[in-house]
């Protein structure tokens, strides 16, 4: 049987990759824009009825927090949706269970993402609208997009996630082809798996691949998340 090789882009389209990047990358430019007429203090936390929990003084650092870390949030559904398809390192064609559980996971990923995508979008711009008096109206509008969309993305999400966990437990599942094996002469210590030549970011016995270059990106999009979340303090 004939492997095939699968990319990320096999599993995404343009129209959703350009809503997203515009969703996550437009609020910066929108608030470098109206920078100026900010107002000296910008909402850092927002309650569930999305009324400010706590304000931090102006500057780049306080008002750019939250698209910071949509940015790095999506880079890091992108590496996990980048390992959940090169994980597979090649399908045989007759291979539909590994072709459902690779593409279910990708689409996982991507409700994942559409749902940091508006919801990071509308925490953004919320600080715009607080601070123009002729944009306040908005502040509503934006709050209710919000849990919509969070509403719906995490339903999708679940259903994708289920459908996900309900294929992995059938039985007798197809054997994945020779080369996608893993040799343990790439084991490092007993439990570090290090393997340039392996195109997977994930493997089931030692859960990273430390000799793929994304893992590293990964890694560092995990612990710049937590210090952009507490930048104002």
Request: glycine share 6%; with cysteine.
């Amino acid at each position: 049987m004939n492997v095939i090789h699968k990319n990320l882009k096999d599993y995404s389209s343009a129209p959703f990759e350009i809503l997203i990047g515009v969703l996550t990358f437009a609020p910066v430019v929108v608030l470098i824009v109206f920078y100026p007429q900010l107002s000296s203090r910008v909402p850092v936390f927002l309650n569930w009825s999305g009324e400010v929990e706590v304000w931090a003084p102006k500057s780049f650092g306080s008002v750019l927090r939250v698209p910071a870390m949509a940015i790095d949030l999506q880079l890091i559904c992108l590496l996990m949706k980048l390992g959940a398809v090169k994980s597979q390192r090649g399908v045989l064609e007759a291979d539909t269970y590994q072709e459902k559980v690779t593409t279910l996971s990708a689409r996982l990923w991507d409700w994942l993402r559409c749902l940091i995508a508006f919801k990071m979008a509308a925490e953004s711009l919320d600080l715009l609208f607080r601070s123009v008096e002729s944009l306040r109206f908005l502040i509503t509008p934006a709050w209710i997009l919000t849990w919509t969309t969070a509403v719906v993305s995490i339903f999708a999400a679940g259903l994708y996630g289920y459908r996900l966990w309900q294929i992995k437990r059938k039985k007798g599942v197809p054997e994945i082809a020779t080369e996608q094996k893993k040799s343990r002469a790439h084991v490092i210590g007993g439990f570090i798996y290090l393997n340039p030549a392996d195109p997977a970011l994930f493997v089931e016995s030692y859960l990273l691949n430390f000799g793929n270059k994304w893992v590293y990106l990964l890694i560092l999009s995990l612990v710049a998340y937590p210090l952009i979340v507490f930048l104002p303090g």
